[in-house]
T-cell receptor
Framework: KNEVEQSPQNLTAQEGEFITINCSYS?????LHWLQQHPGGGIVSLFM???GKKKHGRLIATINIQEKHSSLHITASHPRDSAVYIC??????????FGTGTSLTVIP | DGGITQSPKYLFRKEGQNVTLSCEQN?????MYWYRQDPGQGLRLIYY???????QKGDIAEGYSVSREKKESFPLTVTSAQKNPTAFYLC???????????FGPGTRLTVT
C-alpha cells in the first residue's frame, strides 16, 4: 500500500483555469512537500508544509493535519505550468515517501 | 552556487556491465539519498546515508551498492544483478532533520 495517494493522475486544463491537485497520506508526518518535475526530469521543491497554508505567486498549498490531506492550487494556469506535480511526505527518521505524481497539461 | 550535481545526464550500458552514477553536493548536507523513478510510479528509495561511512538500504536496494567516503559524495553502482536497471535515477540531500530535500538533475540510464 502506498502511504501517499495523489489525484488526479492526469489533468488537462485550458489556460486561465483554476487547478487543484490533491494528496492524502496514511500516517503521521513531520512535513509535506509539493514538488514540480519538468520534462527532462529535474525536480524542484515548491512548498514544504507542516500546517496551514502557503502561497507563492499563483501557487497555493494547504494542509489539513487532522484529515491527513493536502491540496495544491494553481490560479490562472499557464502553459508553462505544464509539468508533473509530486506530493512527498517526510517522516521522522529522515525518510520520504512520494506520490505517483499528477501530470498537468495546460493548453493555450 | 550550492547544489547537487549528477553525471552523466544520459548513460548507456550493455547488459551484464556494472555502472556507477555520480552524485556530488556542496550544500554541506548530512543526509543523501538515491531514488529510482519508473513511469507511472512514485520515486522509490534505493539507499540513503545520514553520515559519512554509513548507509542504509531503502525499499529496492537489491542489485545496487553505494559508498559514502566523503560528505559531499554518494556514488551509486548499478550492478549486473539488478534485473531491470533501465530507469531515471535521482540523487537528493537534506540537512539532518530539516525535512527539506534538494534534488539533483538526474541520470537516465538505459541498459540494452
Amino acid at each position: 500500500k502506498n502511504e501517499v495517494e495523489q489525484s488526479p493522475q492526469n489533468l488537462t486544463a485550458q489556460e486561465g483555469e483554476f487547478i487543484t491537485i490533491n494528496c492524502s497520506y496514511s500516517v503521521g508526518i513531520s512535513a509535506l512537500h509539493w514538488l514540480q518535475q519538468h520534462p527532462g526530469g529535474g525536480i524542484v521543491s515548491l512548498f514544504m508544509l507542516s500546517s496551514g497554508k502557503k502561497k507563492h505567486g499563483r501557487l497555493i498549498a494547504t494542509i489539513n493535519i487532522q484529515e491527513k490531506h493536502s491540496s495544491l492550487h494553481i490560479t490562472a494556469s499557464h502553459p508553462r505550468d505544464s509539468a508533473v506535480y509530486i506530493c512527498a511526505v517526510f517522516f521522522t527518521g529522515n525518510q520520504f515517501y512520494f506520490g505517483t505524481g499528477t501530470s498537468l497539461t495546460v493548453i493555450p | 552556487d550550492g547544489g547537487i550535481t549528477q553525471s552523466p545526464k544520459y548513460l548507456f550500458r550493455k547488459e551484464g556491465q556494472n555502472v556507477t552514477l555520480s552524485c556530488e553536493q556542496n550544500l554541506n548536507h548530512d543526509a543523501m539519498y538515491w531514488y529510482r523513478q519508473d513511469p507511472g510510479q512514485g520515486l522509490r528509495l534505493i539507499y540513503y546515508s545520514q553520515i559519512v561511512n554509513d548507509f542504509q538500504k531503502g525499499d529496492i536496494a537489491e542489485g545496487y551498492s553505494v559508498s559514502r567516503e566523503k560528505k559531499e559524495s554518494f556514488p551509486l553502482t548499478v550492478t549486473s544483478a539488478q534485473k531491470n536497471p533501465t530507469a531515471f535515477y535521482l540523487c537528493a540531500s537534506t540537512l539532518q532533520g530539516s525535512g527539506e530535500q534538494y534534488f539533483g538533475p538526474g541520470t537516465r540510464l538505459t541498459v540494452t
